[in-house]
């Protein structure tokens, strides 16, 4: 995802994003919580302690709940256990991923426990910079996390597959670890969106479950995944298409990067007469790739690529992270985390 084919820096971002709180509210945008986004992006004249304790935090189901209990129960080894969560998301510079930040944030809803935000990309945290946003790297989290009194840190990944972005990730926090060895009594690391089966049938069924109600009989659903040109991915992505396609025979799904583009799914959907096509994001925000490869107006957009052969589309700009079942998925995959990066346990006899 962070290869130079990455079409993430070839935007601009107008000088209006950079406003008030944070760049993720703008004027025409209504304002949610006044507070929630300091939890996004920390800006060089510093945050105020109370940051994380004014925001509204709705209530998503049991999952959320366990996921509460168990961040409060005792931690280990601690003189005083403190319990934090990092999010760590590729990031986007436009705006329009709020809602699905926001909604993941949600999800979790932490009250009284730390929540920080870092993000991989080193193009979109230069970028942001540019525009006087500074987001934190991963070390940068981290270290905030302890500045604020954290024992126990759970590290929830918020990409899509173990690729590039999630083992940059995954390094960056061992590194961590192994620079500052007693910094934290646990640190433990969230797996990406899809990893298993169980993952790719929730995230399909939330997705192909809660299409807009306008989608006809006979109409087909194309998503749009990253995917990356070379790399460890390619089984994950071909694993997920099956499973979309297994739950609507007639979504499909490609990717921007990698070996099913658009000109591998065009055929697919003329064979089956397809002439109507709902496009969709398979990101966590709606981003520059939603808004521009998938549905913009460029004749090589999807849109176009699809109009170009009598097709009507529908997109629906809406990010993974804003469906309610997708978040579900990354709150059990924090809760599902077991080993401990700062003090790993490796069983050598076959006794233990
Ligand atoms: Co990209």
């Known amino acids: 995802m962070a290869g130079t084919a990455c079409c993430e820096d070839k935007k601009t971002v107008s000088s209006a994003v950079a406003y008030g709180g944070g760049y993720f509210f703008l004027p025409s945008r209504p304002r949610r919580s006044p507070d929630c986004v300091r939890l996004f992006f920390i800006r060089d004249s510093g945050a105020g302690s109370k940051e994380d ?66 993000f991989t990309s080193n193009i979109i945290r230069a970028k942001m910079a540019r525009q006087g946003v500074r987001l934190l790297t991963v070390p940068e989290g981290l270290a905030r996390l302890a500045e604020q009194g954290v024992t126990d840190v759970i590290v929830q990944s918020l990409h899509i597959m173990g690729g590039e972005e999630y083992a940059k990730m995954e390094r960056l926090v061992l590194t961590e670890v192994l620079t500052h060895p007693d910094r934290f009594a646990s640190v433990k690391v969230g797996r990406p969106l899809v990893e298993s089966m169980r993952d790719a049938r929730e995230v399909a069924e939330a997705v192909l479950h809660s299409l807009p109600a306008a989608r006809a009989a006979g109409d087909a659903v194309l998503l749009m995944a990253h995917g990356q040109g070379e790399g460890r991915c390619d089984m994950v992505f071909a694993g997920m298409q099956g499973v979309v396609n297994e739950t609507d025979p007639l979504a499909f799904m490609a990717s921007v990067e990698g070996y099913q583009g658009i000109d591998q799914v065009l055929p697919q959907l003329q064979a089956r007469g397809v002439r109507r096509v709902w496009l969709l994001p398979f990101m966590v925000v709606a981003g520059d790739h939603a808004h521009n490869d998938l549905a913009g107006d460029e004749p090589d957009s999807w849109a ?19 469906n309610p079942g ?9 809760l599902e985390t077991e080993d401990d990066y700062a003090h790993p346990v490796i069983k050598t006899s076959a006794a233990d």
């Open 53 to 118: 304790t004014d925001m509204k935090h709705l209530f998503h189901g049991t999952a959320a709940l366990l996921l509460c209990l168990t961040l409060s129960g005792a931690a280990w080894g601690a003189d005083t256990p403190k319990k934090g969560l990092l999010l760590v998301a590729f990031g986007t510079s436009m705006e329009t991923g709020a809602p699905a930040y926001e909604g993941i944030e949600g999800a979790f809803r932490l009250k009284d426990q730390p929540v920080v935000w870092a």
């Open 326 to 334: 997708v978040q579900s998925v990354f709150v059990r995959h924090a």
């Open 304 to 322: 176009s690529r699809l109009k170009a052969q009598g097709m009507e589309v529908f997109p629906v700009l809406k990010g993974l992270g804003e």
